[in-house]
């Protein structure tokens, strides 16, 4: 809609698609809780002592955590998985996730 009203039709820039993938991911995440019952609460994390440490979406179920960091890049770098691996030693018992464009499948131990 805001790319409408400033009259930009085209496809969505590399400064764009950041956000664009981020807030598709929070609607299919927002929709799973609700109808599925997923987790009970979600937020986004970034401790404030942090200067660059932040993840996208941080799920709670009980005990346990999903960490979610989302790239809208072809490539992870294993740089890019720090916040999450920081974020899942500190809670103990957290999954954490990579959402990216790339083909490849990341286990874990790859973030």
């Given at each position: ?17 950041g ?55 072809e490539?992870w ?21 990579a ?7 990341l286990?874990?131990?790859d973030?």
């Amino acid at each position: 809609m805001p790319r409408a009203l400033k009259k930009q039709f085209g496809p969505p820039g590399p400064e764009e698609s950041g956000h664009l993938l981020e807030g598709w991911i929070a609607g299919l995440l927002r929709a799973y809780r609700d109808y599925r019952g997923l987790f009970d609460e979600w937020w986004y994390w970034a401790p404030a002592e942090a200067n660059r440490t932040e993840v996208d979406f941080l799920l709670r179920r009980d005990d346990r955590h999903v960490a979610i960091e989302v790239k809208a890049k072809e490539r992870w770098r294993g740089e890019e998985g720090t916040s999450l691996n920081e974020l899942a030693a500190s809670l103990g018992k957290t999954r954490a996730l990579a959402v990216y464009l790339g083909s490849a499948a990341l286990k874990d131990r790859d973030l």
